[in-house]
DNA sequence: CGGGCGCTTTACAACGTTGTATCAACGATG
DNA sequence: CATCGTTGATACAACGTTGTAAAGCGCCCG
């Protein structure tokens, strides 16, 4: 509760000293100095941010808008940003919009104009050129896809790659019928992936069956499971399964066995994401890992500095991946 | 940008009166409404809340300070935190402590005096009577275990009764060696839910063996995993194990079908937490399910509450739970 | 017709902080 | 000795908002 008004009065000295000395100016008398700590341990003093915030016209505060957290990926990525924000002495916000762009507009617009410095967004419905009419001039940082003809930041990982790279993995296990889980009318990243899925399949001379790329609306076990039980149902089911996330992978992987589907050997599985719960499921899920770690601290890099420095052009960093190899591909066939 | 100065200025009034206006005041004459309301639309104004809060003396940030997202209870509670809080115009700052003291120390230091109206506090390492201290008058509501003699408001479920439930159910099933993963010598619901735990042994007329009791630092898979490892290695193993929570849960099974140990046949295994991984997992997951919407619901009102009128008496809230039974208990023996 | 009351609006101050301008003291420089 | 630059401290204003007090207006009642 103690101010400056209350530390400056102890210290017999005016409220701008001790100012000066919690933001550390240099020139202050070598006594007066030692005064004034001494009274700010005394009273226990802690700056007012709202306060200081309204002066300096910076809020210290930045958003994290991602879909829910109640997906594994988009929980580890939270707890990672939040420990790189923490190294910039920034305040996470995490917002939810649970995959709808109203969601998403709402949040922008109520706490964007004043409340954040910044925001860091994992866009699902959101088209990202909504940000531009709804927060103009706060510096966002995108994760995920991107349009690369949209001037703002952005960090991800190349996602075609990744994929081809995945299905490339199930063609060398000797896999014929390989399907896809996690086809998606406006999603970005499901594009990209499915083209990569398209590409490893060119490239083994395999052709591509459309009954043999399922949709799944959200990314979660559940459609995972409904999509898997779909694929099952078909003439001739597939031999191995791409999934576009690791949550659709388990779902997956739970609609097989309880059809007496044996995984690996009647159908190899691969996820994306690399979260935990995939590398304890049984059996352990082959997947792709993106550096989560890095790509918070790339976001929150390119956001420090960008608000730094507004003008600068966009910046797209190509975080790196690797697939995780585990017992979902492992022997069978 | 726009501010109450440049909304007044376009509508021919005072600032007061814009601010007014905004504010619900009655008493502003219907054709200074019309206009102000008028340039309000047109401006695009926004309240700068730092600002009013800084005037009104609250924040509207609460503080939800918790060990670990990547933990999926605390995922999916903060989740339900987040959407409880908004009904109530509030913004939520999730802080992660990773589970040191140091860390729940350090954050509700640096905001509680001035960035947050009250904060909901799930403590690991933390001893409650610390908030006494270090967040002197700053409204708190506990989660999970609480100390009675705690003047704190508090929201949980009676983890005495589940961890009983949970233990009966394996005795139901006709299991003789009944072990526990979980036990930790600091945290308040491993005390209580062991103690449940030796309730059902004794009302069942069973011995209480130590060996079968694995203690676990942590609430990881990887904990999980190696306490099962250990149960596993001892001269004569469980027959069923009880969980402290669904992670546990998931690294045991995990551990024992590496040791082709079947699940549940030969070892039945029950979580807590009624986590969706664990719903999916195979084989699921019998396990403990609190009702986590009632939890984040009533920690909000409760926080609300107290933010409202300070001095009411501390409460405790007891919410519902059930035993949700799948595939882990079911069958086999 | 004057005093009081309800409606409506406004000026002002204040929340706690920091940037700017100013001022004073001092030693060094020309 | 006058001037200048450095060091050190301070008063003031301002960030955008809202509570308080007060004032103007019209109306009713005595």
Redesign the interface.
Known sequence: ?ATLKDVAALAGVSVKTVSNVVNGYAFVKPENRRRVEEALLTTGY??????R??RRGR?GFVALVLP???V?YF??L??LV??AAQEHEW??????TLGTREGERDTL???????IDGAIVSPEALEARDFGELAP?IPVVMLGEHSVDLPIDHVGIDNVEAARVAVAHLVALGRTRIAAIGAHPHRGTAAQRLAGYRIALAEAGLPVHDELVATALNYH?RDG?EAMARLLAADSPPDAVFCFNDLLA??A??AA?ERGVRVPSDMAVVGFDNT??G????P?LTTVAPDKAAIARAAVDLLRRRVEEPERPPEHVRTPFSLEIRESTRGGA
Chains 1, 2 share one sequence.
């Open positions: 509760m802690r700056p007012n941010l709202g306060a915030n309204l809020t829910e957290l109640v594994p929980a580890e939270a707890g939040l420990g305040n996470v916000l995490i917002e939810q617009a109520s706490l964007g104009p004043h409340m001039g076990r499971a388990v779902g992987v739970r066995v935990e719960e590398a304890y499921s049984v352990s």
